[in-house]
């Protein structure tokens, strides 16, 4: 066997062995990518976000299912591909429910602040 083909079967096994890690760091991205969107979903529930913004939660929800089924079917870039949608979607309903909770809270204290401006523009003079 010459050098050329040596050279030929190690670059050739180097790759194969490549490929594989590959395929294997695949498995575990997805992994850890479902949890980022696990702890995003637990974090949008705990905000509110299934009042507020209800239709997000559930496509997050959605997406972080079909990502552990696609786990399952070892179809790993489709599965990162939906776990980070999760996450998005996750954070979006968060960052709406903390809207929602922020515009409750500044019409509440509109009102207060009329209600004590009516009170006070009621007092008699002294």
Request: glycine share 4%; hydrophobic share 45%.
């Amino acid at each position: 066997m010459n050098v050329l083909q040596r050279i030929s079967r190690l670059l050739t096994a180097m790759t194969l062995g490549c490929l594989l890690a590959g395929c294997a760091g695949d498995g575990s991205l997805l992994a850890d990518k479902i949890k980022a969107g696990e702890s995003a979903v637990v974090a949008a529930r705990d905000s509110s976000a299934s009042v507020s913004a209800a239709a997000d939660l559930k496509s997050a929800e959605e997406k972080l299912a079909a990502a552990r089924a696609a786990e399952l079917e070892k179809e790993y870039d489709a599965g990162v591909r939906l776990a980070e949608e999760a996450q998005v979607d996750a954070d979006y309903a968060r960052a709406r429910a903390t809207a929602a909770k922020a515009r409750k809270t500044a019409d509440d204290m509109r009102a207060n602040v009329k209600a004590l401006k009516k009170e006070v523009e009621s007092m008699p003079l002294q």
